[in-house]
Structure formats: C-alpha cells, structure tokens
C-alpha cells in the first residue's frame, strides 16, 4: 500500500508555469461553458472528464475548433464497447486540420518540420510548401483512382516525404499504413498482404548508423507479392533512379493544386497499425479520422501543452506508432522534427545533439535510451545546450526511477519529465503528461482526461495502492473501430474484452497511489506470479540492469506440470564481462535487497542476446512459450522478432531441460 501522504515530488511546476498552461486555459474555460469545476485543479478536472463523458468530448471539439463539415447528432449515441459510436452524422477530414496553420499568411513561411538526418543538420519544409505537396499528391492519387477507403502503403523512413504521402492519403479519405525500411520483406508482407494495399511509396534504401542500406531488392519482392498494388511511387533516399513501372516522386509533387479535402464520416478509417504480432499474424488495428484528432488534439495540445511556439521532437520510426502522434503535433500548429538515423550515432548522446540544434521543447524518447546515456555517462545539461527543452518525455517502457533522478540532475532540475504509457491499440496515452501536477520519481504523472483508467483485481475490483490489471471501463474516441479482416468483431474482442466483459483489459500491471499518479510493471500476460505474490518484469529490469555488466536482461515465470514454478533470469552481458559467481551472488543480491526474496530467480543464465518485437520491446511471451515446450513454429511469427537466431537458444535450453522443446 502506498502511504496517507504522497511522497516529496522530484519536481513540481512553479505557479507561472501552471498560468501559462493550455490546460490551465481549458479548465476555466469549459467551467464557464460546460460547468465544469474550477477549482480543485487536474483532479477535478479528470474526474469531470470522466463522468461527464460525452460533455467532455463536446468541450474538446469546441476549444480546438474542429471543422466539422456537416453537424453532429450526438456526441456518444452509443457508448457500449466495443461499438462506441462517436459524433454520428458529422463529417470531417484530419488533414485539413493538420494543415490548418498553413492557411495563415503570416505563417505559411515558418517551418512545419524539420528533417534531421546523421549528420544532425536541419532541413525546414515550411507550411506553405508541405500544403503545396500535400495539394499535389492527393491531386494524383485521385488521378490514379485511388477512392475514399482504398489503402495507401508506406516503405518509408521517417522522412519529409512520408508525412505528405500521410496527408495526402487521408485527404483523398484513403487509408494510410506504413512500415520502416528495416523491416524484412517478409515482416512487411505481413502486414501489407492483410489490407491490399493500391498504391505504395517506397525508398530505394536509407541510412543508418553511418552505412548505406540498400533495399532494392526488397521492393521488388513487396511489388511482386501485392497484386493489389496499381502503382509504385520511388523516393530516390540513395540516389538511384526509379525502377520499370514505377512513378518518380519529384513528378507527382511538381503540381500547384489547392488541396481537397474530403469531407468522411467521424468513424472513416484513417490509418492501420499493427501490434507486435508474437503470435500469428500481427493485428491490424484501424482507427478513425474524427477519434484520432480529437483525441491527438486533447493529448497534444493540453497534456504535452504544444502550440504553435513549440518544437516537438520524439524519437521514433514509421513503424511505431508513436511516429503517427508525432506527425499529429501538426494539428497544434507545432513544428515537427523527424529524426532519420541511428538513435546512438555518432556516439551514445546524438539524441541530445539534435534536441539542442532544432530547440526542441518537447523531446521525446524511450526509457532504454535515458538508461543508456546514464550508463555511458552522458552529461546532456553540461555539454548541450537544451535551454529551449521544457518536457522530456519518455514511452516503450517503464522509467525506472534511476532514469528520473538521472534526468533531474544531468538535464536540468527544472525539468518537467513525462513518463507516459499507452499502446498501439489506441495511438495514445492512457496515463502520462500533465503539465500542472508534480513528478514523482517512478510514477506517470495521473490518467489522462477522458480516460477512465482503474486497476482491477481478478473479480473486477478496483484497487488503490495496489497491482491490478490496468482497464479502461469507459470509451476512448481513438480506441480501434474494428480489426482488418475481422469480420465478426471476434478477434477484436478476445484482444480486449475476454477477461471483463465490456471493459477494455489492456495487460499491463499497474498500481493508482492514492495521490492518483500511476505506476506500470509490465506486461500482466507475462506477469511472475511466485508463491501468490504478482511482479511486474519491469521492477526486476530496473535492478538488474544498474549493474555495469548487465546490458540487458530478460525474466521468465514458469508454470510447471508439476506444480512448480520456474523463474529463470537471462543475462546479456556487457563487453568484457562474465557470469561468475561474483557476478551471480550479486545479481541476486540486488534483487533480494531492493526488491524482496521472492524476486530472485531460481537461475541466472548468459544468453547471446535478449530478442525484441521490430519496434524493441523485449519479447517474454513468445520465450515463455518456446521454454513450455512450444514449437518455435507457433511460439512466434518470425517476421516480428529482431533477430530469430537469438530464439533457438531459448528452445534449444527448453528441450535440454524437459525433452520436450523443439527447434521446428
């Protein structure tokens, strides 16, 4: 249980900051418009959000002015889930409104984004000039027959060029979906084959960590092998000219066409995005035009409090999602930096170097990157210049607290540190950023507004202060409209709603304090469950990987035929390290110490290398399968793992243990 009186903050906004807060704005605002109260700050705030629901939502669409182009009839006509029915009636389009700062003369010059590549040198693409492409390009989708819900594909890195391919996309009311370049050919297919793709945009390689990926060769397997595809549009990233058949890009954005915008239901496909997909094909999640942007708007523009001053900068590829929240910073009139390149090139602190050269003032990153930068013994507040930085905010998994204190003291003091979590499934955050509450080290600030975030125990009890399964017992307008070829809801459902009926069960662990900050430790799929006492994986990562000679490491919870339980703890060590029984001893020690006995693995074992998801998320469930004996074969989808070959050790330890694992 977490004590009556919360913990000393690390870091709490000073009054002027909370003043100037968007958030601090709306409040007031929609106490004067909707009654929503006052006073009683960020808490009564959300509680207002929440069971105020459609209210809330109401209020959203108003302070941020979305251009509906015809009416709604209700917010919320039916708030069952799944099935939610947001805004019936209305039409509406998201990229008039991320190009709606273009329309001001004053600023069609300023920079829109910013694309940074390996050599960390700036390129602005102003409003005006974004629009005009973004004009261009839907001007020649249609004329390549490309309809409302057709979908558009991206091979692309996180380039200018993709966002336009975006805009452009869900101008026309098609469908975008888009992978990085370094995924395989058949990582992509995956993922492209289940939604037909009619149109794809793709470089001929891209740059990384100083070398040149050529992925020519790739391209043509992804033409050969989409039968769907009616053209091939050719990004020249490396120089080389198009190949046979397909279009030139400097061709289709030469025109001078005012964009058209078309006007699509509140609930039209705007994109897919794809889980990790350990298992079987990767789920291919659609969400609507209308659910996303008023639910960017809300995260955006009041909880990461962006406007038009801001520089928003987040570390991330095309084939996250937090690439699609990135290019959302457009509707707050945001300059957007895009970061093409190795997150650690030319040396461990590049991220900060290019904060510094764009002045960023939300930086975003993962937590594996602060821990890295601590563990090299980066001084990012000493030898950068991060003046402008406001915010840095942190996703992929759980901050440990060492990553807190690290950015407090060699960032700056005055540092508002973000931790946030959400997922793929709803393109957000369900707890994170709020701008006029304290930090307190290893906590997400609060649930966000109009997130009616809990923690459950088995029988649906809400918990304070203690793990629960983290639910969200009401609608999200950013929540999945439906699964890709999922044509009864079924495959939809049993992701969510199998274990609560009607409430969305995401399978993450977490503890609500009751000061209302939230904490997450893990994955409950994955959950170590010892002698009745549930763990987060996060919690033993945290300890375990403060040691220098510990890279990375990975934990497993067994449950045996026999009864028994197996926790195993595999080690990738650092350059010049071994597992002794120095080492081991202290490990273990670590764990007892900081976490209790119950969290020490009945093993520590050196393993080549922990395997991650294509978007580098360690993968538990998968190697829980292999070590019960699974076949590798329906243990995992090949396509989605990092490195394969790191897998067969993992099944080849389950065969020598039980006889019964199997490479095949």
């Known amino acids: 249980m977490t004590s009556a009186t919360p913990p000393e903050p690390l870091w709490s906004p000073g009054p ?9 704005a709306f409040q007031a605002w929609a106490a004067d418009r909707f009654a929503a109260p006052a006073d009683g700050g960020y808490p009564a705030l959300h509680r207002w959000s929440v069971e105020e629901l459609d209210t809330f939502w109401q209020a959203v669409a108003e302070w941020f002015d979305v251009r509906f182009t015809t009416p709604y009839e209700s917010v919320l006509a039916d708030r069952s889930m799944p099935g939610a029915q947001w805004f019936p009636g209305a039409t509406l389009n998201y990229a008039e409104h991320a190009l709606r700062a273009a329309e001001d003369p004053a600023r069609a010059d300023d920079a829109a ?33 490309v309809r409302p819900g057709d979908r558009v594909s991206g091979y692309l890195p996180n380039i200018p060029e993709a966002v336009a391919a975006l805009l452009a996309t869900a101008a026309v009311g098609a469908v975008w979906t888009s992978c990085a370049p370094d995924f395989g050919a058949r990582s992509v297919l995956d993922r492209f084959q289940q939604v037909e793709p009619v149109v794809l945009f793709t470089v001929d390689g891209y740059r990384y960590g100083g070398k040149e990926h050529d992925r020519r060769d790739t391209v043509a397997e992804l033409r050969a092998e989409l039968p769907s595809l009616r053209a091939v549009v050719h990004i020249p990233l490396l120089g080389t000219a198009a190949p046979d058949g397909a279009l030139a890009w400097s061709e289709l954005v030469s025109g001078d066409a005012e964009p058209v915008f078309e006007p699509v239901p509140f609930d039209h496909p705007l994109w897919v995005l794809y889980s990790s997909g350990t298992t079987g094909l990767p789920k291919a999640i659609v969400q609507s035009q209308g659910g996303i942007l008023l639910e960017h708007l809300k995260q955006l523009g009041l909880h990461c409090d962006l406007g038009p001053e801001d520089r928003f900068f987040w570390y991330t590829s095309t084939g996250w999602m937090m690439w699609n929240f990135l290019v959302s910073g457009l509707l707050t009139g945001t300059t957007v930096v895009l970061y093409d390149g190795s997150p650690g090139y030319p040396d461990t602190g590049a991220q900060w170097r290019i904060a510094e050269r764009t002045g960023a003032t939300l930086y975003g990153t993962s937590a594996a990157y602060v821990m890295a930068c601590r563990k090299a013994e980066v001084h990012p507040g000493r030898d950068f210049d991060l003046s402008a930085v406001k915010c840095v905010a942190t996703t992929g998994s759980p901050l440990p607290p060492d990553g807190f204190r690290w950015l407090h003291d060699e960032v700056a003091e005055d540092l508002w540190i973000a931790s946030v979590s959400g997922g793929t499934d709803v393109c957000s955050c369900f707890a994170g950023a709020v ?17 009616d975030l809990q923690s459950w125990d088995p029988s649906g009890k809400p918990l304070v202060g203690e793990v629960g399964e983290l639910v969200v017992t009401n609608p999200m307008p950013s929540m999945p409209i439906r699964f890709w070829n999922d044509p009864d809801g079924s495959r939809y459902r049993d992701s969510y709603f199998e274990m609560f009926p009607g409430v969305w069960r995401h399978g993450d662990w977490i503890t609500i304090t009751d000061h209302g900050s939230v904490v997450i430790h893990g994955r409950s799929d ?89 978007t580098g998320k360690r993968i538990e469930v998968p190697v829980k399968r292999l070590l019960q004996g699974t076949p590798m074969v ?19 330890l389950a065969r020598t243990r039980t006889g019964t694992g199997t490479r095949d």
């Open 16 to 24: 002027d900051r909370i003043a100037a807060a968007r958030i601090t």
């Open 113 to 145: 984004l910013l694309h940074v590549d390996e050599t960390h040198e700036a390129t602005p693409v102003t409003w005006g000039e974004l629009r005009r492409q973004v004009g261009a390009l839907a001007a020649e989708l249609r004329a390549l027959g």
């Open 435 to 451: 701008p006029t509450l304290p930090v307190h080290i290893g906590e997400l600030q609060a649930a966000c507004l109009g997130t």
């Open 526 to 614: 994955s959950t170590l469950n010892r002698q009745g006492v549930r763990m987060g994986s996060a919690d033993i990562y945290e300890a375990v990987e403060r040691l220098p000679e510990i890279k990375e490491s990975l934990v497993i919870g067994l449950e045996e035929p026999n009864g028994g339980y197996w926790m195993p703890l595999f080690v990738h060590l650092a350059p010049g390290a071994t597992l002794d029984d120095d080492l081991r001893g202290r490990i273990k020690a670590t764990i007892r110490e900081e976490l209790s006995p119950r969290h020490v693995p009945d093993e520590v074992i050196e393993v080549p290398g922990i395997p991650h998801t294509l």
């Open 634 to 652: 329906k243990a995992v989808n090949p396509g989605s793992v990092d490195n394969l070959d790191l897998l067969h050790f993992y099944a080849d």
